[in-house]
């Protein structure tokens, strides 16, 4: 489920037009993936061991147990960068979030701000501006990293404001245990201010969770896996990357399905056009999608 197991009401996925919780539509996902015979491993894979060879078995270790398979997706995703402050996990999902382009309805018409200041930063509060009646931009510094036609195009904006240069050294909940406030520090000078928000909104980066293929694939400098052209193919025969783990620009529920199915029918046609990959003999006349899953299904070993 990744980030979705985290979130509270999600509104921007096709086919639920009251909104569902991430939990619920995750385990929704995982209930039809297991109707078509998938089984579930609900644990920690802790070491690959990628085959180089057009054919080639891969495993894929959790502790002592070892599992072999001629393809592999990984979907390990993407964590949001976080502050790492007093209230910030507590408050996740009651005001503090990672992600404008989902929240930001839930806010409208409110006092927020956004921490950062990148690019991303920047498009989270442009987007932002567009519901809450305020958006304050908290940096450490009074330059910012990101481009300069996206720092024009916030500064254009009416309802942004800039608060530089202080970082955040706490949120602080209300009464009725949502965000009420932050405290800012001032870098340059000492003491605090209290800034009341209803909303504070994290735009510091990602982190591509993918250090479990660091040596075995290439990644680019941020972490992220590499793939062919459009493709969801990496640098080895079947292995294929798709989601967060890949995706550093639009990083949406919506997006990450498409790649993950994407990565499914790459992995079938290399299963398919791989001279190397034979048809199992216990494969012979099974059409239905469970007889193959249930055949295909191997006990680890340890």
């Not at 491993?41 to 599992?67: N, R, S, W």
């Not at 209300?174 to 209290?194: F, I, K, P, S």
Request: a negative charge.
């Amino acid at each position: 489920g990744g980030l979705l197991q985290q979130t509270t009401d999600v509104e921007n996925y096709p086919g639920y037009p009251d909104g569902v919780m991430g939990p619920e539509m995750m385990q929704q996902f995982r209930d039809q993936a297991e109707r078509f015979g998938t089984r579930f491993i609900t644990d920690q894979a802790t070491k690959v061991e990628l085959a180089k060879e057009p054919g080639g078995a891969h495993k894929v270790f959790v502790d002592d147990d070892e599992y072999s398979s001629r393809t592999v997706i990984l979907a390990m995703g993407a964590e949001h960068k976080k502050l790492g402050v007093p209230g910030e996990e507590e408050l996740s999902g009651r005001g503090v979030s990672y992600c404008a382009t989902c929240d930001a309805a839930f806010f409208k018409d409110r006092d927020t701000m956004i921490v950062g200041g990148g690019d991303s930063a920047m498009e989270e509060a442009i987007f932002l501006s567009k519901f809450a009646s305020k958006v304050s931009i908290v940096h450490r510094r009074d330059e910012f990293r990101a481009s300069k036609i996206m720092l024009e195009r916030a500064r254009e904006t009416e309802n942004i404001e800039w608060l530089t240069p202080y970082v955040v050294r706490e949120f602080v909940a209300g009464e009725d245990g949502a965000l009420d406030h932050a405290v800012l520090a001032d870098v340059e000078q000492e003491g605090t201010r209290d800034e009341a928000t209803a909303a504070a909104f994290i735009a510091i980066g990602h982190e591509p969770q993918s250090e479990i293929v660091h040596g075995q694939l290439e990644t680019d400098e941020n972490g992220y896996v590499v793939t062919e052209g459009k493709s969801t193919r990496t640098g080895l025969p079947g292995v294929f990357a798709a989601g967060d783990v890949v995706d550093h620009t639009y990083r949406q529920a919506v997006t990450a399905a498409g790649s993950g199915c994407q990565a499914a029918l790459d992995a079938e046609w290399y299963l398919r056009d791989t001279p190397q990959v034979e048809t199992p003999a216990a494969l012979a006349g099974l059409s239905s999608p469970e007889a193959i899953a249930e055949s295909h299904w191997a006990s680890p070993r340890s």
